[in-house]
């Protein structure tokens, strides 16, 4: 590989990291368009790479979350049981979809997100609280399974609509949030990398195309994660807010254009 390529992908993990890692996304929500539309990988290619990515973004991350007090181990626990099922369903559709139909689910997908976060109101700012005795199972259930099926089906972690909808439907403040998709998307990733990587490499993408660019993004996502993790506990929580609308939007727009070959 040249080495402006080997750049180009340590820079896109460590910006994919810092941004995943701050708004609790898992990174590949940004790593998927970077390496798609900028570099032009096939998407086949990237879901594996978004998803081992996610791995490294959401592992180093997730742990300051921890020191600091923000997870809640039981929501995360159910919202990876129910995320099992919707990793079998997204893999099983990645399969058979073409890379056009699958780039305008995406965009498709963030603008149902972004604007029900912006017709919701907000809570109040910089709020935390310790995990209620009473869970709703079945809701947050419900949420792992739409976590597991846009991670396999887009590569992404599914934090993209995790944080969101704990925020504005279960109550729970925008930092708790962050942290539970965040430690969500650990494992959840982990299971989805293992099934798509077995029933599709050498069908869909080469392993060895997944291998060499994973090693030089995961790097760069770590420290970005890590960094952000730190970022994040200072910034008030109305910027994180501003970050993610931004991000979410403009990444919708760009792969909604791409998918229509504008």
Do not use: C, W
Not at 36 to 44: K, R, S
């Amino acid at each position: 590989m040249e080495p402006f390529n080997i750049i180009l992908l340590f820079l896109s993990g460590l910006i994919s990291g810092a941004f995943g890692g701050m708004i609790g996304i898992g990174g590949s929500t940004l790593l998927v368009p970077i390496l798609t539309l900028a570099m032009g990988m096939p998407v086949h290619t990237v879901i594996p790479i978004g998803l081992l990515n996610n791995i490294a973004v959401s592992s180093s991350a997730v742990l300051k979350y921890h020191k600091m007090g923000l997870l809640h181990k039981n929501t995360v626990m159910i919202m990876n049981i129910g995320s099992v099922p919707g990793i079998i369903a997204g893999t099983y559709i990645a399969s058979i979809s073409t890379d056009t139909t699958i780039k305008l689910i995406f965009g498709g997908f963030l603008l149902v997100v972004l604007m029900q976060a912006l017709i919701r109101k907000d809570g109040g700012e910089n709020v935390t609280m310790e995990e209620p005795e009473n869970i709703d199972k079945k809701g947050f259930s419900i949420l792992g399974f739409f976590m597991g099926l846009l991670g396999a089906l887009l590569g992404i972690g599914g934090g993209v609509i995790a944080v969101p909808v704990q925020v504005h439907q279960f109550k729970v403040p925008l930092r708790n949030a962050i942290a539970n998709s965040l430690g969500t998307i650990v494992l959840a990733s982990s299971l989805g990398a293992l099934i798509y990587i077995s029933i599709n490499a050498g069908r869909l993408f080469s392993p060895d195309d997944v291998i060499e660019s994973i090693i030089f993004i995961a790097p760069g996502s770590i420290i970005g994660a890590t960094l952000s993790a730190k970022t994040s506990k200072r910034l008030p929580e109305r910027y994180i807010k501003y970050i993610f609308y931004a991000t979410v939007a403009y990444i919708a727009y760009r792969m909604i254009t791409s998918g229509l070959g504008m």
